[in-house]
C-alpha cells in the first residue's frame, strides 16, 4: 500500500483521485495500467466467466432498445462496451463512467469514432446524467466495492432512471449446493474479492431505498453462480 500511496502523492496521473478500496485490493486488476492493459482481452473475461461471458452478455445487450439512451457504470474488458454502444445505434446515447483513468483511456480507444458514445470519468455513486437513461447497466461492478459503496452506487442508478426505465445488474450470486464452482469461488473470494461474498447474502433490491418504486425480476445461471436482475421504474 505504500508504494501506492507513493505513486499517487508523486504525480502518477493513473492513480490521482483513485479511492483506497481501488489502490489497495483492485491495483492489479482495474487501475495499474500494465496490467490493465494485459488483462483487457475477450479471453481473459471468458475464462474469468467459466464461459459464461457470451450468456451473461448477451442478457445485457438484449435488454438494450435502439434508439435508447443507455450508462454503463463501467468498463469492461473484451469488446462489451462497443457491441452496447452499436446496439442503441445512432438515434440513441450510450455513456461509460468509470472512477479509473487507465479504464477511461481502454474504453475511449474502443469508442473512438462512434459518435453516440461518450466516456466519462466520474464515481458511478455520485455521477448525474444530463438526460435520464432508459436503460442503466452495471455489468460485475457491484461486487467489487464495500458494501457501503453498493447500498450508494444501487441507489444513483435507480434515481438516474427515466420514467418506465430499467436498471440492469449482472453480477454473482451464491451458487446452488451442488455447483462446485462455488468452492472455487469461495477460496478466489477470500484471496482476492473481499467485497464479492455479500451478494450471495443479501439481494441487489435490499440495497436500494426506494425498491418500492420498481419493479424487480431475477433469473439466475449456472448453477446459481450468476444473477440477472432488472428493476423497471413504475411510474
Not at 22 to 49: C, F, G, Q, S
Not at 90 to 103: A, K
Not at 209 to 235: C, L, M, P, S
Request: with cysteine; net charge neutral; glycine share 6%.
Amino acid at each position: 500500500m505504500t508504494t501506492l500511496n507513493t505513486r499517487a502523492s508523486a504525480g502518477d496521473p493513473y492513480y490521482q483521485d483513485v479511492p483506497d478500496y481501488m489502490t489497495e485490493v483492485y491495483d492489479w486488476a482495474y487501475v495499474n495500467p500494465r496490467k490493465a492493459r494485459m488483462l483487457d482481452h475477450k479471453l481473459v473475461v471468458r475464462t474469468l466467466l467459466f464461459g459464461n461471458d457470451q450468456r451473461l452478455m448477451r442478457a445485457y445487450l438484449d435488454e438494450i432498445r435502439p434508439g435508447e439512451r443507455v450508462w454503463q457504470v463501467a468498463h469492461v474488458y473484451g469488446d462489451l462496451v462497443q457491441r452496447a454502444a452499436a446496439r442503441v445505434g445512432e438515434r440513441g446515447r450510450f455513456t461509460l463512467t468509470d472512477v479509473t483513468p487507465i479504464q477511461v483511456e481502454l474504453a475511449e480507444g474502443k469508442l473512438a469514432g462512434v459518435p453516440q458514445a461518450e466516456v466519462v470519468r466520474a464515481d458511478a455513486a455520485r455521477y448525474q446524467a444530463d438526460q435520464r437513461p432508459d436503460l442503466v447497466c452495471s455489468f460485475f461492478l457491484l461486487h467489487e466495492v464495500p458494501e457501503g459503496m453498493k447500498s450508494a452506487i444501487v441507489d444513483n442508478m435507480l434515481a438516474q432512471v427515466a420514467p418506465g426505465g430499467r436498471a440492469m445488474f449482472v453480477d454473482y450470486h451464491r451458487p446452488r449446493p451442488w455447483q462446485p464452482i462455488g468452492w472455487l469461488l469461495k477460496w478466489v473470494n477470500r484471496a482476492l474479492e473481499p467485497f464479492a461474498e455479500a451478494l450471495w447474502n443479501k439481494e441487489i433490491a435490499a440495497y436500494a431505498r426506494e425498491a418500492e418504486r420498481f419493479d424487480w425480476r431475477k433469473r439466475t445461471v449456472f448453477g446459481g453462480v450468476y444473477q440477472i436482475v432488472v428493476a423497471q421504474r413504475r411510474d
